[in-house]
Structures are given as C-alpha cells and as structure tokens.
C-alpha cells in the first residue's frame, strides 16, 4: 500500500523556516517524480515544485512563487522527501501536500497534509 | 502563468443528473489537464488525466472530454459520494497552475 506521510509543519514567525519532510512508503520512492502541492484556506491548490528521479539527475521545478525561497530534496536512501521553506510569509499559511508522479500532472498518491501558519 | 477558468463556481443537483463541469484555459495546452475531486479533510483524489483518460479506480460515469481550449468533466448519473469540490490543473507549462474549482452539490 503505497503511503505518504507529511511532517515539520506548525506555527513560525514571518521571516522564519521550516523543513517539511514526506515519508514514503509502499512503492521504489526513487524511481518517481515528487510534487510538493499547498492549499490555502478557501482557495484552490497552488503546484510548488517538484523534483525528477535519479535517472533524469533530480532536477527541480518551482513555481515562482517560491522560487528562491524554497527549496525541494530527496534522500533515496530513507525514502523521503523534503522541502525547506525559508523567508517565510503570511501568505504561505497552508496545508502542504506531497504527492507521487504517475506521470506528468497525475499525482495518484497524495499525503494528507500538514499544516503551516506563519504568523506572529 | 496559463489561467483556468472553471464554470460554473458551484452547482447543485440531484440524484442521476447528468452533469457537466467545464475548465477553459487562457492559452493553448493540448491535452495536457487532469482533473481533481477534493472532499474535506481528505488530500484531492485524481479524476482524470491528460484530458480524457480515467484515473485508477475511478467509476465509469465520470468521463473528461476536450473541446479546444474548453475541457469538460463530465458525470453520467450523479451520486450522492460525487459532492465535492473539482478542480482541473494544467501541467503543460511551468508553473503548473490549478483552476478556482467548482462546488458540486446535491439538490
């Protein structure tokens, strides 16, 4: 059974960071693409960035939102994904998804999140 | 950035409906949009894929269709677990951008 299990969120000051981690489990975690997704509340979902597997040299996507500011990892080893969230503002308050590649644009695994507020 | 324009914003409608969710892009991106079901608490779901294809186990009566720049969502006979939130993504041009959604409700 594949899982997805997010960690690292909570309550930070603006201008402050964050690491957020994604434990995968139940498929070969280094032979796919991972998405870091949020969701404001009440808005839509906001794509962040992702990064390829080993075989395509881990390059990155952001959106330029965050570009700059965030920045995505993996460790193929521990099965984890990462993203590092510095510079943070009020309006990165979100729940923060990560989500499994099948291919370009379907994430057919999703975390259940977890929540960030940035806020004093 | 490509927008989406999602329409109608929410929707109600009743048991075995036929019902039609529409995503319109400001540019041209092939078939490259997938389709999100979003319910409370729960991470979003995949409906559909590049366009037209059906996501892993997702029931026959959802089917997604293309028609230029305007893709549809289409369910054959509405379900009372179809209440949700739907939201298309285009992934054909960086950043890949998300639709404002559409309520799905029942009548």
């Known amino acids: 059974e594949v899982k997805l299990l997010e960690s690292g969120g909570g309550l930070v000051q603006p201008g402050g960071s964050l690491r957020l981690s994604c434990a995968a489990s139940?498929?070969?975690?280094?032979?796919?693409?991972m998405s870091w997704i949020r969701q404001s509340p009440g808005k839509a979902p906001e794509w962040l960035s992702f990064?390829?597997?080993?075989?395509?040299?881990?390059?990155?996507e952001y959106n330029p939102s965050v570009k700059g500011r965030f920045t995505i990892s993996r460790d193929d080893t521990q099965n984890v994904l990462y993203l590092q969230m510095n510079t943070l503002r009020a309006e990165d308050t979100a729940i923060y998804y990560c989500?499994?590649?099948?291919?370009?644009?379907?994430?057919?695994?999703w975390g259940q999140g977890v929540m960030v507020t940035v806020s004093s | 950035d490509i927008q989406l324009t999602q329409s109608p914003s929410s929707m109600s409608a009743s048991l075995g409906d036929r019902v039609s969710l529409t995503c319109q892009s400001s540019?041209?991106?092939?078939?490259?949009l997938s389709w999100y079901q979003h319910k409370p608490g729960k991470p979003p779901k995949p409906m559909i894929y590049?366009?037209?294809n059906l996501a892993d186990g997702v029931p026959s009566r959802f089917s997604g269709s293309r028609s230029g720049s305007d893709y549809s969502l289409t369910i054959s006979s509405l379900e009372s677990e179809d209440t949700a939130i739907y939201y298309c993504?285009?992934?054909?041009?960086?950043?890949?951008?998300f639709g404002g959604g559409t309520k799905l409700e029942l009548k």
């Open positions: 590049y366009a037209t």
């Open positions: 993504l285009q992934y054909d041009e960086y950043p890949w951008t």
């Open positions: 139940g498929f070969t975690f280094a032979d796919f693409y």
């Open positions: 990064i390829r597997n080993k075989a395509n040299s881990y390059t990155t």
């Open positions: 540019q041209g991106i092939g078939n490259y």
């Open positions: 989500a499994k590649h099948r291919l370009r644009g379907y994430f057919d695994y």
